[in-house]
Nanobody, 119 residues
Framework: QVQLVESGGGLVQAGESLRLSCAASGVTRGISAMGWYRQAPGNQRDLVASITLGGVTDYGDSVKGRFTISIDIAKNTVYLQMNSLNAEDTGVYFC?????????????WGQGTQVTVSS
Protein backbone atom coordinates (compact mmCIF):
# COMPACT_ATOMS: atom_id res chain seq x y z
CA GLN A 1 0.00 0.00 0.00
CA VAL A 2 1.52 3.27 -1.14
CA GLN A 3 1.06 6.14 1.29
CA LEU A 4 1.97 9.79 0.92
CA VAL A 5 2.28 11.99 4.00
CA GLU A 6 2.21 15.72 3.30
CA SER A 7 3.17 18.54 5.61
CA GLY A 8 3.98 22.24 5.57
CA GLY A 9 0.78 23.94 4.51
CA GLY A 10 -0.70 26.90 6.35
CA LEU A 11 -1.79 30.50 6.26
CA VAL A 12 0.70 33.15 5.17
CA GLN A 13 0.72 36.74 3.96
CA ALA A 14 1.36 37.65 0.36
CA GLY A 15 5.08 37.78 -0.35
CA GLU A 16 5.98 35.20 2.26
CA SER A 17 7.30 31.66 1.79
CA LEU A 18 6.28 28.13 2.65
CA ARG A 19 7.93 24.75 2.23
CA LEU A 20 5.87 21.64 1.59
CA SER A 21 7.14 18.11 2.18
CA CYS A 22 5.77 14.77 1.04
CA ALA A 23 7.16 11.42 2.14
CA ALA A 24 6.23 8.26 0.23
CA SER A 25 6.11 4.84 1.84
CA GLY A 26 5.17 1.43 0.51
CA VAL A 27 7.09 2.01 -2.70
CA THR A 28 10.77 1.34 -2.23
CA ARG A 29 11.57 1.00 -5.90
CA GLY A 30 10.01 1.83 -9.23
CA ILE A 31 9.32 5.50 -8.63
CA SER A 32 9.43 7.46 -11.88
CA ALA A 33 8.52 10.92 -10.62
CA MET A 34 6.95 12.84 -7.77
CA GLY A 35 5.15 16.12 -7.89
CA TRP A 36 2.69 18.62 -6.52
CA TYR A 37 -0.69 19.61 -7.89
CA ARG A 38 -2.95 22.45 -6.77
CA GLN A 39 -6.71 22.63 -6.68
CA ALA A 40 -8.55 25.85 -5.91
CA PRO A 41 -12.30 25.84 -5.14
CA GLY A 42 -14.29 25.25 -8.32
CA ASN A 43 -11.17 24.56 -10.36
CA GLN A 44 -9.52 21.45 -11.67
CA ARG A 45 -6.35 20.00 -10.21
CA ASP A 46 -3.39 21.54 -12.02
CA LEU A 47 0.30 20.75 -12.07
CA VAL A 48 2.43 22.94 -9.85
CA ALA A 49 5.73 21.12 -10.23
CA SER A 50 7.11 17.66 -10.84
CA ILE A 51 10.52 16.03 -10.70
CA THR A 52 11.88 12.74 -11.96
CA LEU A 53 14.41 10.65 -10.09
CA GLY A 54 16.92 11.88 -12.64
CA GLY A 55 16.22 15.45 -11.55
CA VAL A 56 14.26 16.62 -14.58
CA THR A 57 11.75 19.23 -13.44
CA ASP A 58 8.57 20.68 -14.85
CA TYR A 59 6.68 23.71 -13.52
CA GLY A 60 3.32 25.28 -14.08
CA ASP A 61 3.61 28.62 -15.84
CA SER A 62 2.27 30.60 -12.89
CA VAL A 63 4.96 29.39 -10.48
CA LYS A 64 8.08 29.47 -12.64
CA GLY A 65 10.80 31.49 -10.99
CA ARG A 66 9.07 31.43 -7.59
CA PHE A 67 8.75 27.75 -6.68
CA THR A 68 11.46 25.10 -6.55
CA ILE A 69 10.89 21.37 -6.38
CA SER A 70 13.53 18.97 -5.09
CA ILE A 71 13.71 15.31 -4.15
CA ASP A 72 15.60 13.24 -1.59
CA ILE A 73 15.71 9.82 -3.20
CA ALA A 74 17.06 8.09 -0.09
CA LYS A 75 14.05 9.32 1.89
CA ASN A 76 11.48 9.01 -0.92
CA THR A 77 10.59 12.60 -0.08
CA VAL A 78 9.77 15.51 -2.34
CA TYR A 79 9.90 19.15 -1.29
CA LEU A 80 8.30 22.26 -2.71
CA GLN A 81 9.85 25.59 -1.75
CA MET A 82 7.32 28.33 -2.45
CA ASN A 83 8.53 31.92 -2.44
CA SER A 84 6.81 35.22 -3.18
CA LEU A 85 3.42 33.67 -2.56
CA ASN A 86 0.33 35.49 -3.78
CA ALA A 87 -3.41 35.03 -3.37
CA GLU A 88 -3.63 33.02 -6.61
CA ASP A 89 -1.46 30.35 -5.00
CA THR A 90 -4.24 29.58 -2.52
CA GLY A 91 -5.60 26.06 -2.75
CA VAL A 92 -5.21 22.48 -1.64
CA TYR A 93 -1.85 21.07 -2.63
CA PHE A 94 -1.78 17.36 -3.43
CA CYS A 95 1.35 15.26 -3.57
CA UNK A 96 1.62 12.71 -6.36
CA UNK A 97 3.92 9.76 -6.97
CA UNK A 98 4.14 8.02 -10.31
CA UNK A 99 5.61 4.55 -10.09
CA UNK A 100 5.79 1.24 -11.88
CA UNK A 101 4.42 -1.92 -10.26
CA UNK A 102 3.46 -5.28 -11.76
CA UNK A 103 4.27 -3.99 -15.22
CA UNK A 104 1.90 -1.04 -14.99
CA UNK A 105 2.52 2.67 -14.49
CA UNK A 106 0.50 3.88 -11.51
CA UNK A 107 -0.30 7.07 -9.63
CA UNK A 108 -0.97 7.60 -5.95
CA TRP A 109 -2.13 10.78 -4.26
CA GLY A 110 -1.82 12.30 -0.85
CA GLN A 111 -4.81 13.69 1.01
CA GLY A 112 -3.79 17.28 0.38
CA THR A 113 -2.57 20.17 2.47
CA GLN A 114 -4.22 23.58 2.50
CA VAL A 115 -2.22 26.65 1.54
CA THR A 116 -3.91 30.00 2.07
CA VAL A 117 -2.28 33.27 1.06
CA SER A 118 -3.89 36.46 2.31
CA SER A 119 -3.34 39.68 0.42
Amino acid sequence: QVQLVESGGGLVQAGESLRLSCAASGVTRGISAMGWYRQAPGNQRDLVASITLGGVTDYGDSVKGRFTISIDIAKNTVYLQMNSLNAEDTGVYFCNVNYRRSGLQRDSWGQGTQVTVSS
